[in-house]
């Protein structure tokens, strides 16, 4: 450890008012209840389980944050083999169940090399393989003796599943089937846990049989010796490199030499090539599967309203203690003193409308997945009564199959929106920190860069907004020859066009349910263009992508509305049941502010399409938003409280919950390791170092 | 070194096409001539000292890049410290100038620890320094015997100086000055070469002379031993830590307990206590002083423009090269293979606009240089003939004051927008890279990362906006009241009001000049709607500040759009005689994308504000913008390449100049150190590491 400092250093405070008594007074001086608050966001009992896995983990040396901030990648990925260890350890000590172990893993703070293996190489095992499968692959890997990881994207191939280049052709001498990679293009890339840690891979291949490709398929590929751990003949597998964030992952990088691997390896729960015949066949539905995708989104959109939250938690709180200039008017009246920076417009105009989106995403993301979660047991009982046991996209699924159909193009959308938010916040967070959010003590830039990649996986968000203009032009179109399903999109679209010639006028100031109906407007009348573009113009897929990503995000935007306003103006009562009259006052402020900041962001959009006149833009730009900025102020400190990110889990300087910012940003500064080092500075010497006060550990 | 990949692995090659091919049928496929595009954008001359002193840099081992991007940071800061001591051994070899020597740190590619010992620490001795002051301590400094920084921010203070709390006291009795930090919020932070390099620093402090406070000064203090490098007695001082970026610079923090230092410490060009009576004096005018912030402002525009290119250079690369998918209408139609990303609208929408940015920045920053040059020169003939010896702020001087106020705002504000764009623009091309983006091979994060920041230093984007919009508010009441001097501002608001009442109908869409007319007309109506809300209205200065954000970037894209269209439209017969018809065409073209695309995102402003009719919004995003992108997609990569990055510049697998990303990518991927190390993978197992291929070095 360094040194502690001398004894006139350790007398310093900060100058006064101390950020401890800011905190208090922005705490006392507000009625919205965090703690109830705390309640309604999370539940009692999550709440609980946090607190009670954190007191584990943050009890393990190896779990301590502040170190990981100065590694270098080579002690980075072994702390995280570390770390991942200790987490098993303790998992087995305590006998955690699954959620309980993925709620130590996210309080733990980083990304650890068996994520892969713990999530998707076991659950496409679980979905994927047969019975018989689960018995040679499964149980070990959940014992872990068989790490592994599933190796889809391609150096040359992401979003484009079809257009993989390796290979699994199906050998009918010997019954077994030879992975290739035919280019260096072929090679596995990005693949989590796959760099240092697996000694399996579910690979994606083209399966060929008689030399027909039937597409990609998955393989169970044994890669490195279980006992060496060496890579196998004819396997080439490394890490990738350094990434801008995400660095305690060893996403890798995997080729194949003519490897043949048994009959037993390809994953035939639906498809199956005979060993006899070798003819290559379909069994079972595959549609619950096709769920996954639709769920794992939903979980995006839920977390991405927390994941922004823990950025605004931060800057709020900083911004509450960090003084900075007086108001000009102030000056010019000769009132001494700086103001907390959240007492400015700009500050205001740059974190609360972001607070807003943080809450509005969440309930959003809770919105999907109790439709979704309905949904999948609604089908799951069909099925089990047998009636769909055709192989099937989801559109074809029913009943529930027009329900899911919407929901994946709604997941679609809302995760692109929803992470594209999240990221965006995250930085304009990061920046509204001033020069200490370039730190890495304000703990921001650690989490956006590990966020980052959520904008991307899952489905680029500007390839998935192609995806909700497809299915909105679908639905129009069977609107208007009057084949579409009844639900939510199909409802906007008729009532916009029962409604157009008449024309709307929303008063979106002063009603709260106009603003829900302003933005379906706005989401009708650009899928409407969107058609009339597509099928009457006759204009190119090509030509229209930057009107579909408006369309995508206009109709996701009404999404948030829509249900942030369920959450907190319809269900108002029961709302202010659980939390009291003031915090259910302010979470509708916070819808509207979220609201009117979208509208007047898109001001343009919503006067073409009818919606509103000029007028009303132009008053929620001067009025509307600041008074809303106004109301919302006083509670902002209370608002991020209701978050409950423990310091744990923020590991920020600026973000203490405590407001001792300056202490702890000196006390890290001070014992940072490159203080152990004294140089020797002349350029005219050779010698860098003159003296070690202790030796930087791995 | 890593061992050699097997030859199976050494035989594979990308899928073709290459992206060798690609690039070159890009290039052939245009009649953009990048290399005369060079010259006219960094002059033959400067084109050939780089390709020098690259050649110099990039053979000494020590500036290998790739090393970097796996370091730990006690790692980085020593090969910091290396890379430094080298730089300046080749300095004296070569003995560059200053010129040639700021070149080749910035080829070397990372800010080194002597960066602001080279830059502010000599240029605050040279400019605030006596003539015995230099003997004291420039000369010494210059030959790197003092190693020096400039301690102004600290803990608790940045933008406001005025509110520093460390002090300076005279002490009449022994004739020096004591310097002490009352707070822990008075430690120096943030500053560059402090942490572990400095022996000096130049220390802003409060002066108090007879218990009155002067306001911030300059004084010399020693702070570390010259032998042993130990911090001097009653400092304290270190490293701040790890950072988002810039951590191979030893930002630093620095306090003192009652540390005295010499009359002579003082830097009294301007200002010095007198030792005998203790009487506090100024001399001379610092008014030149005054400009060095106008002109590393206007640096910075300039730099804005060829750093947002790296990335706009290594994304249009990378989006020729890499494909995916097929057009939907190409797929519906049969048509086989996957397209090249770039030619899809979505990806020229969110690239070629930045393109044109980064010209736009470009040009806007070279003509300010011109006029800040121009006005530099005609002070210093004016101050030479003795007419202003008076202490006086930038606004009171003449003749050029009314200039020289009117470029200082004009600085603010376009400091302000131009890193604004580059730092956004940055991460839209890291992002439009796809998932590869995230590599640190991309070339962008890391770039990104130390580019960053530029958004705060220099006056905070946000803060620097309210000294644009006080200054406009100053010209409006100044023409309002016949006052106002002849510059360009004034004349802006001239012309506005007096043609407001008969209105505008500016044809954005058909005529370049127009363009120019409709920005600064929407220029002069937030001006002057500003002005309304605050002196008839009396709104709180706070109140506006959101309003004094968006007139600031409004009138900032006005002089982007006009310097831009100065240099490519007004200039056109020039242009074509320097680099031909086609090339000067397409530079047009990027005028027009720059403008019509931010007038497009701004179009509610311009609309309200009577500048053109809805229907050429409407034009404008439906036909103007993608038929612009058309015209400008031929020949993006020829006009990235006129930008003339190196590949040792870019360090980038994607943006390779010859399009080999893929075996770029893999070759750097297969040699990263990671791979060095084989893991024990079972949780069962405390081993971590089974064996190390080689040792990761220092």
Redesign the interface.
Known sequence: MAPP??A??QK????SPRGQDLLAAERSGSQVDSDRLAQLLHGKEDLELKDRIEKIISAEKVFDKNEL??????????RS??R??TL??LSDKHQWSKEEYKVAANISGEPN??GLHDGMFLVTLREQGTPEQHKLFLEKAER??Y?GCYAQ?E??????VR?L?TTATWDPKDKTFVIH???????K??IGSL?????HAVVMAQLFVNGKNHGPHPFVVHIRDLK???PLE?I?V?????????NSM?NG?L?F?HVKIPHANMLARFNFVDPVTSEYRRVGSPSLIYGTLTWVRSHIVLDSGSSLARGVAIATRYAAV????Q???AEEAGIGG?TPVL????VQ??LLPLLAASYGLHFTGRGMMELYNANQEAMKKNLAGGTSKRSAGPEELNPGADLLADLHSTSCGLKALGSTIAVDGL?AC??AC??H?????SGI?PWYSDY??T???EG?N?MLT?QVARYMLKTARGVLNGTAPDNETARILKHYLARKDTGAAFDVLNNDQDIVAAFAWRTAYLTMEALRLRDKEKQ???????HF?RLSTAHSQYLVVRNFYDAVVRDHKAVVAQVGEPTAKALIDLYRLYALTTFEAN??EF??SGAVT?AQ??LTRTKGI?ALLDAIRPHAVNLVDAWSFSDYVLNSSLGRKDGAV??D??A???T???????????????T???RVDRQ?KL
Request: aromatic share 14%; hydrophobic share 30%.
């Open positions: 400092p001398p006139w250093v310093l405070v900060p100058s901030l100065s590694m270098g990648r080579v002690d980075r990925i072994q083999l570390a991942g260890k098993k350890r090399v068996y872990s003796e790490i994207t150096l040359g191939h992401g979003s484009n257009g280049e990679s035919p280019h260096l293009t072929a090679s890339w990005w760099g240092k840690v697996a000694n060496t751990h060496e004819n080439y490394g890490d990738i490199g350094p990434k801008f964030g995400y060893d990088f080729l030499n960090r003084r900075q200039f108001d000009r008017d700086e007492n400015y417009k700009m105009a740059r930085e990061r920046r001033g020069g959010g370039y730190s890495s003590y830039g980052l990649p904008a991307t996986w680029d500007y192609q190119s897929w090509n030509s229209l992508l930057v990503w001001g343009a006067f073409t000029t833009i132009s600041s300056y202490e940003l000196f890290r500064a001070r940072n390791p490159v203080n152990d080092l004294v140089f020797d500075p002349y350029p005219s010497s050779d860098l170092i003159k930087a």
